[in-house]
């Protein structure tokens, strides 16, 4: 079945496409923002913590996050007549706007190695499932019937996520809190973003307007 058939690129989806794109950008930019503004080093710490009450940009941060998490929910109107990769995007949005919900408490602490709340669980288990949930709806892309430079785009940053996520992974389960893990989170998050921005700018523009 050809993505014509399908309806990816129908004038609609392309919209989608392209609101998408504008949405993660936008929703990406704040979160930055919120991150970088406070005193201090912004590579400190769990990204999340900069929407902890009491930072001075927590509002803005969290709204950030469900502007972006709006934009992955728009990708994946974008690509609905790929059902399983609209449902896998669209998981991902409820989960990333969950965790920018749902804040976890000072420092985002994590089990088994800092106490505890529900929130922090709740908040913790959205962001590493909607992580998931993504490198998930990535694979999907690369193996989907869409063009070539899309396809590639989602192999690439399979390629990169997974062992980023592993290696994010096993260092919040057996090392906690450290300067390296803060660094993973946040190349993590780059190619995420860096892939739905893509993305969508790709699925938004017409084939034959990338050709000639």
Known sequence: MTTNQLGVGSPRSRVMALASSVAV?????????????????WWDGY????GTAGQPYAIPYRAGLVLLAAGVALLGQALRSL????????????????????????????????PTTFADVVHAAASVL??????????????????????????????VTVPLGAILGMLMLFVGRSDFGAFVERAVLFVAVSWLIGTGGLLGVRRRALVH
């Open 25 to 41: 950008i936008a929703g990406s930019l704040v979160m930055l923002v919120a991150l970088v503004a406070p005193p201090g080093s």
């Open 47 to 50: 990204v999340s913590e900069a």
């Open 83 to 114: 059902r399983t990769v609209s449902a896998a995007l669209t998981a991902a949005a409820v989960l990333a706007a969950t965790s920018g919900l749902v804040a976890c408490t000072d420092r985002c602490p994590l089990p088994p190695y800092e």
């Open 130 to 159: 909607g992580m998931l949930v993504l490198a998930g709806a990535m694979a999907l892309v690369w193996l989907a019937d869409l063009r070539p430079a899309v396809r590639r785009l989602a192999g690439v940053a399979v390629v």
